[in-house]
């Protein structure tokens, strides 16, 4: 009998602990309820231009030297922050640092940007004439497939996108890109940055970026910087958009893509 | 029978039980009364004039690494530039370009407080204060 009436006890006392607690947890409950999570209304920039697959036409034929392609190349790197380890004048510079060059768009020979179509005997014109390359926002991009964090993803214009938030710098997308379109970040950038843009990020070590056929500049209603400053060279447009200036120069020129053999679906077109 | 109650050693043991919690505690009693002063951010003169931020104050002092976070998402994964608030006004999402278009004193607003409550946010190692000097 001792024993039952102890154990109604120890089952009351505890019950009436429990009870006392509740003030005690929904007190705590509504210190950390403060209006909530950001529930936010967002919206497209009203100049924002959209397409359902973007693409580039780049007509080699408008390029004779390097020279040419020299300002296309420096307005990209100058609005994005890319910085230059070859620069002698910084001193920081080193011979080795061309292990380090980050590149977003760049020049390569002919049988390097298209090594499946080279001949033994080439064109003249073609075999010295700088192609400039860049990442190919590819259809079925393999950067993505590898990439563990889905820091690189697709979007649905088609834009192959990096979020640098999100990358690990694992780089297994270097290792997947068939085009060297993607370089990393093997120390802190900025130093070897002349003039900062201050509307773009810089990155930080260790991490891999590439070029975004300048979604951010898309996003306010302007044509990449390379289109803007290639004088005609380069178009760019909705390849799934028949009326589009990209799908016209496609029907009426013969184009090449890079290794377009495995499958990628590259959509930076070559006139040649 | 011995006494089973002594405590053998009982001087050094005391001692040493003593010593224990004075060193234990010692961080607490050696800081007692130095606590640093509440932060107090200043605002810049443009700040001021704009009498209100992107959502009321007391939200964005609570919870403003989250709205940052729900807007870097939205700008990289959405193509959203645009964040229209309670009141219907339009900001661009920007941490470089609209946040410190108006609190353009970093080191007076941002830096003031996170040194105080010790948090290092990685914002600034890409994105760029525009007035930093290199």
């Known amino acids: ?272 | 029978m011995p006494n089973n109650k002594e405590i053998y050693n009982k001087k050094i043991i005391i001692a040493g039980i003593i010593t224990f919690f004075v060193i234990i505690t010692f961080p607490f009693w050696y800081n007692m009364g130095k606590a640093a002063p509440l932060p107090e951010p200043k605002l810049s003169d443009k700040a001021k004039a704009a009498k209100e931020c992107v959502r009321p104050k007391e939200f964005m002092k609570a919870e403003h690494m989250q709205l940052l976070d729900v807007w870097r998402d939205t700008v990289v994964r959405d193509a959203k530039r645009i964040y229209v608030n309670s009141k219907g006004k339009e900001f661009e999402m920007s941490l470089s370009n609209t946040c410190l278009d108006c609190h353009s004193e970093k080191a007076e607003f941002c830096d003031k407080c996170h040194n105080y409550a010790s948090v290092t946010p990685y914002c600034w190692d890409c994105h760029i204060d525009p007035k930093e000097k290199k």
């Open chain 1, 1 to 272: 009998m001792e024993n039952s009436r102890r154990s109604f006890l120890k089952i009351a006392g505890i019950s009436a602990l429990g009870l006392g607690a509740k003030p005690i947890f929904d007190a705590l409950a509504a210190s950390e309820g403060y209006e909530g999570k950001p529930t936010i209304e967002t919206a497209r920039n009203k100049n924002a231009i959209t397409a359902k697959q973007w693409a580039m036409v780049i007509d080699t034929r408008k390029f004779e030297s390097a020279e040419d392609l020299e300002p296309i190349i420096e307005a990209c790197h100058k609005i994005h922050n890319v910085p230059d380890f070859m620069d002698q004048g910084n001193p920081k510079f080193k011979d080795a640092n061309k292990r380090h060059v980050i590149k977003w768009i760049w020049e390569e020979e002919y049988k390097h940007a298209f090594p499946t179509k080279e001949n033994r005997f080439l064109n003249d014109r073609l075999k010295d004439l700088p192609f400039l390359v860049l990442c190919n926002h590819c259809e079925d991009p393999a950067c993505v497939r590898v990439c563990p964090t889905k820091a690189t993803f697709k979007r649905k214009d088609g834009i192959v996108l990096m979020d640098f938030h999100r990358c690990i710098g694992c780089r297994f997308c270097m290792a997947a890109c068939p085009y060297g379109s993607r370089s990393f970040n093997f120390r802190d950038p900025r130093p070897f940055i002349k003039e900062r843009n201050p509307k773009f990020p810089t990155r930080m070590k260790g991490v891999v970026e590439k070029c975004n056929f300048c979604a951010e500049r898309l996003a306010v209603g302007e044509m990449p910087a390379c289109v803007e400053v290639s004088d005609g060279a380069i178009v760019f447009g909705d390849l799934e958009d028949p009326e589009s200036e990209v799908r016209e120069l496609l029907g009426e020129n013969y184009t090449i893509r890079r290794k377009q053999g495995l499958g990628t679906g590259p959509s930076v077109y070559y006139i040649v």
